[in-house]
T-cell receptor, first 116, second 115 residues
Framework: AQKITQTQPGMFVQEKEAVTLDCTYDTSDPSYGLFWYKQPSSGEMIFLIYQGSYDQQNATEGRYSLNFQKARKSANLVISASQLGDSAMYFCAMSEMGAGSYQLTFGKGTKLSVIP | EAGVTQSPTHLIKTRGQQATLRCSPISGHTSVYWYQQALGLGLQFLLWYDEGEERNRGNFPPRFSGRQFPNYSSELNVNALELEDSALYLC??????????????FGQGTRLTVV
């Protein structure tokens, strides 16, 4: 079974609008972390936001927020007030620390295109 | 503060040759991870080093190997290169196993082309 599922291969959003990128995960480890990365066409992976499995509050970083629904095993990324520079691939990833597997497992990504 | 740095940025090798990729982690990070991003295959975990030891390995053949030096920098070696090894190789660093993994920062990658 896929550990990280991103069901939206591509998304379009109008500039200045908000957009939600979906991510569901599968783990039996009680101690895990969820990460979102942005990958522009240059290839660099840019860390956006982190949510720990024991965190009570949803993580926020500037225009990025993570809608963490633990019971549903979902960790959707919300980008508010989209900008043209937000056009990129977005990856959701998980680290299962309880199992000692600190490496990240990635989803297949969502290509976001921001329309002027 | 310097981020994760990788070298070289681009590397072109002939099939059968060996490639060596290098990574310097963020200061204070003891773990280094290597990932392969081949076209159409997403990011695949290769190797994880922490405190000089190999901690975990992804589903790759033994010709993919590496090491971590006392200053926590790391080297990825790919022997007997095959055409399908052409990919973007990304290195990430984080705090080691003694701390919760709350951040993992990537370098800009090395684009390896095998001809």
């Amino acid at each position: 079974a896929q550990k990280i599922t991103q069901t939206q291969p591509g998304m379009f959003v109008q500039e200045k609008e908000a957009v939600t990128l979906d991510c569901t995960y599968d783990t039996s480890d009680p101690s895990y972390g969820l990460f979102w990365y942005k990958q522009p066409s240059s290839g660099e992976m840019i860390f956006l936001i982190y949510q720990g499995s024991y965190d009570q509050q949803n993580a926020t970083e500037g225009r990025y927020s993570l809608n963490f629904q633990k019971a549903r095993k979902s960790a959707n990324l919300v980008i508010s007030a989209s900008q043209l520079g937000d056009s990129a691939m977005y990856f959701c990833a998980m680290s299962e620390m309880g199992a000692g597997s600190y490496q990240l497992t990635f989803g297949k990504g969502t290509k976001l295109s921001v329309i002027p | 503060e310097a981020g994760v740095t990788q070298s070289p940025t681009h590397l072109i090798k002939t099939r059968g040759q060996q490639a060596t990729l290098r990574c310097s982690p963020i200061s204070g990070h003891t773990s280094v991870y290597w990932y392969q991003q081949a076209l159409g295959l997403g990011l695949q975990f290769l190797l994880w080093y922490d405190e000089g030891e190999e901690r975990n390995r992804g589903n790759f053949p033994p010709r993919f190997s590496g090491r971590q030096f006392p200053n926590y920098s790391s080297e990825l070696n790919v022997n007997a290169l095959e055409l399908e090894d052409s990919a973007l190789y990304l290195c990430a660093s984080s705090y080691g196993t003694g701390r919760m993994n709350t951040e993992a920062f990537f370098g800009q990658g090395t684009r390896l082309t095998v001809v």
